[in-house]
Each structure stands twice: as C-alpha cells, then as structure tokens.
C-alpha cells in the first residue's frame, strides 16, 4: 500500500508542469474563515459535498482582481491564485484504507483557448474539515488572449470537485 | 351522511399519504431514491449492483437499489450514515447524514464516474473461477482473463482504453502482486464491456536462480486500473485506479514457478 502511496506523488510531483514557480502548498485553515477572506469563500449551509468555493486572483499589488480583467505588460505579469476549499464534516481524510482513499489529488491547469496549450500543477492532499486554501501562481502570457484555467479535486482520479473560469488578459 | 363521506375521505387521504411499509413501534422506515447527479434522473439500471448502506454506532443495515430507490423497512431509530457501495460506475460525492423516525423518503445524487468492475475471472483450461475459487498454477502460470462492466464519461467508447488488474498477495508490500509472464491484453468489447488477458501469470514475485519466489496461496482483493489510449509512443493517463474483493486461492505445482 505504501508503494502506491509513494507511487502517486512521485506520479503527481512529476505532473507539475510549469518550472520557475513556487511550492503549491494546500493549507488547512478550520472550520472559521478567517479576518478578510472573502465573502464567497464561504460555504452555502449545510453544504454536503468537498466544494471549491471560490477561486481569487490576486494582483502583484496584493488587490483582488477579476479573470477578465488582467493586464498584460512588457514582462509577464505573475498573478497569484487562491483556491478556497470546503470540507464537511465527515469526508475528511483519511477515509477507510488505502492509498486511494487516504489522499486526493488537486490539478490545477491553464490552457489558451487559441492554441490549447499550456500547463499544470497537480499534487496530493488531505482535507480537514473546514476550509483549506491552495495558493499557486497564475502567469499570464505577455499577449492579449484567454485562457481556461481548471481547477479539480480528484479521488482516485475521479472528479469530486471542480471550478473553471476564463483569465482574459488585455492592454 | 356528511360525517360519513367526511370520515371516507379522511381515510383514503391517509392510505394515498402512506407510500411506505408501515413501520413497527419503535422504528422507522426510510426510502431512498437515487439519482444521477448530472442528469437528475433516476439510475434504474441494475448493472451498476448499487447497495445503499445505513450504519450507525449500534446497528447497520443493507438494501440494494432497485428500480432507482432502496427501501429500509425497519430501522431502530437514531442517527445514522448513509453510504453507497457499487460494482462500478458511481460515487457518493456527499456526507448523507440521517434521523431515522417514522417513515421518511429521501434523494441521494450520486456522480457518475469512470470507472470498471469486474464480473467474470477464468483461466484458460480450467473455466470460470468464482469468488473463493482455487487456480491450479502450472511451472509456467496460467493465463487470467477477467471480464466485467465499464463506463467512461472522459473517455468514451470507442476509445481504446486500457485495462490493468492485479491479483494482489494478503501482504502486497512483502509478497507482491505476482508475475506476468508477457504482456496484458486488454480493451473495451462494447461501449460498456471490456476484457482482459494475462499471459503466464503466476503468483509469485521475485526470481532467484530462474525460479519465481516469494509465492503466495490466496488473494482477497483485485488492484484495478483504467486509462486513457496510448497515443503516439505516450503511456495512457490513469481514469480510476481502485481495489474490488475477489478472494482467489492458488494451488502450485511443485517445484513452481517459472516465469
């Protein structure tokens, strides 16, 4: 069973598709949301499921901007995205035994919808109940365009959760 | 005659209200109805073998769904956990916490997912091997062919997904997941069936001086893997990997195994 284990992140490490980014560490934040974050990162009540609440794009001046208001410049513009996850109750990890039960898999991808290219992060986790943060860099390309950016929550590689939202950049 | 065809109506309301079995003092009856979660609708068909399972501290109970809904007559009152199990194909994606008393009905989504199971094991010369069956193993193995239920939302038929299975020892970590003697054969036959082969499997995992070692007489549990096509030289991306019960004993010949 530890062979699996050790199997999956060096296959989910192996995954990460953009170089030059910092660690993408999810973090467990409790069953509060805590002094300013945002107001639909919060769960509707009596949430049931392992939900990504809401995705936040901050700009390199720390202000919250929305997808399709990005900049492009001369360089390009290294924006950081905020994944807010929440976790009922009852579906915590580790659940049963197991590999395939005892961690998830986050994916992250970015693809332009011109070219379908593009990359991803992907690693494993375990949620606490309450509310857990990822935080990963969103690069955006130094041309005016769109880009589809993924964001899925996987057990035993299949969809639990998922967001999906469109970054346009532009002059 | 106005008290009276008041009385009637009264009566026949509450047989029309009372859907479900009648519950004993003391107990409560619960009805299921379950749902796909993307279209709504209710999953009818019985290839999925979806069991719902109500556990609480003290008791727990079982019901298979049938026709899209599962009905538990008589249910000691209290707090429970509702859970699914399935051949294949969905997934509890909520937390269903529920309070049994009286006679109540609910609707549980469940998503659909890939995902395969299997339903038949054989083995070439020797036919179908049940659960709890025993695998005569030859020097040089047995060829396994597995064959059971698939779907794949991501990767739909008629793509050429692959299909892996592993007759895992009790012990994985020590004694391994056997010996293939060549190369799994496998695929989809139909948009919902697939099939699989392995050559020359013995249950054995290590060779020291041209003999398989490390050899194992039983198994509980089948390791399984879907995944998309290979494409173009490139290994195929997994769509499930999960674990399915399947007790199997082995009878070695002596002086086995070659691989």
Known sequence: ????????CVLASACGGDANHTPVTPTPIGLSLPPGAPGDAAAKPDTTRITITTVEIIGPDGVRVTPDRLKITPTAVSYNMRVWIF?????????????NTEILEYQIRKSSTATNTGGAFSGGLRLE??????EAPLVMTTRPGQERVTTEILRNYAVIARNEFTAVSSE | MARRILLAVLIAGGLACDSLPTAPSGSASLRVQVIDDLTRQPIADPVYRIELLLTSA????AQPVVNGSATFPSVAEGEYRLNTAALFGYLQVDVVNVRAEKSQTLTLALAPIDDFGVEQISVDGQGTIPVGGTIAIPMRGVTLRMRGKYQSPRSPWPA?????ASVASPNPEVDGFGHEGGRTDSGP????????????????SRIVEGRLVSCYTNADTLMLTMSTPFERGFGGSP?????QKWALKF?????????
Do not use: H
């Open chain 1, 1 to 8: 069973m530890r062979r699996w284990l050790v199997l999956v």
């Open chain 1, 87 to 99: 976790c009922p109750q009852g579906l915590e990890g580790p659940q049963g035994s197991g590999w």
């Open chain 1, 129 to 134: 109940v309450g509310y857990t943060v990822i």
């Open chain 2, 58 to 61: 003290n008791n727990s109970y």
């Open chain 2, 160 to 164: 050429k997904n692959s299909f892996a």
């Open chain 2, 189 to 204: 036959v139909s948009p919902g069936e697939f099939e699989l082969a392995i050559p020359n499997w013995t249950p054995c």
């Open chain 2, 239 to 243: 769509l499930i990997r999960k674990y």
């Open chain 2, 251 to 259: 009878d070695l010949a002596p002086g086995c195994c070659l691989p």
